[in-house]
């Protein structure tokens, strides 16, 4: 799997967008980028993935540089809910083995 | 869709005894389920896959004598944890692969918190 580089920790006013972003330059061709992330004490949430295009769903988007080398996850409207642990993790898919977790983001969400 | 659960949510249990923690998939069929350690402050580690119907496959380091893994049926997974040391004391979780859904999505549980007094 590509090596994935994120900033340890961000802050992130109450309302506005949460722009989260990894750095992967390693990446291959067939490599996706997924977004996840872990609220304290609970197990981690599914949030988004993709390969080359840009995709949004109802909890993100993720924007994929043309290069593909670094992508930057979108959180809309951030709210205090979305305070979290964010990982960005970066594979070939589909394949049968487990997630291996980085150190991820530490995302506070300011009131 | 896509819910996992995980019973008990935390457990104490004294030194030397053994845990189960159950991991079901409740509205998709899982033939592969995950079970991973975290321990405070730390990522989430692998620790082993488990597939319906056969042995589980275990990371390097993991003892599989030790955490003894089942996947009986296509929603549940289970997780014993033999003769427990205050080492043991963690948090365990569980996540499945709904295949179905396209990708390989992983979807987990909530956790088990688990104490060894």
């Known amino acids: 799997d590509a090596k994935t580089t994120q900033p340890p920790s961000m802050d992130c006013a109450e309302g506005r967008a949460a722009n989260l972003p990894c750095n992967h330059s390693?990446?291959?061709?067939?490599?996706?980028v997924y977004w996840y992330r872990q609220i304290h004490s609970q197990g981690p949430q599914y949030i988004i993935h993709?390969?080359?295009n840009n995709e949004t769903n109802e909890m993100a988007s993720l924007i994929i540089t043309e290069d593909r080398k670094s992508s930057t996850l979108i959180l809309p409207h951030a709210t205090l809910r979305d305070t979290a642990v964010y990982y960005c993790?970066?594979?070939?898919?589909?394949?049968?083995?487990?997630?291996?977790f980085g150190k991820g983001t530490h995302l506070i969400i300011q009131p | 869709g896509a819910v996992v659960s995980q019973h008990p949510s935390r457990v104490i249990c004294k030194s030397g005894t053994s845990v189960k923690i159950e991991c079901r998939s409740l509205?998709?069929?899982?033939?592969?389920m995950f079970w991973y350690r975290q321990f405070p402050k730390k990522s989430l580690m692998l620790m082993a896959t488990?597939?319906?119907?056969?042995?589980?496959?275990?990371e390097q380091g993991v003892e599989k004598d030790k955490f003894l893994i089942n996947h009986a049926s296509l929603t549940l997974s289970t997780l014993t944890v033999t003769s427990a040391h205050p080492e043991d004391s963690s948090f365990y979780i569980c996540?499945?692969?709904?295949?179905?859904?396209?990708?390989?999505?992983?979807?987990f549980g909530p956790g088990t918190r688990l104490t060894v007094l």
């Open positions: 996540s499945a692969r709904d295949a179905a859904r396209g990708a390989d999505t992983q979807y």
């Open positions: 390693t990446i291959s061709g067939n490599e996706y």
């Open positions: 993709g390969l080359k």
């Open positions: 993790i970066v594979r070939v898919s589909p394949r049968a083995d487990g997630l291996t």
């Open positions: 509205d998709f069929q899982a033939t592969t």
């Open positions: 488990s597939n319906e119907g056969s042995k589980a496959t275990y």
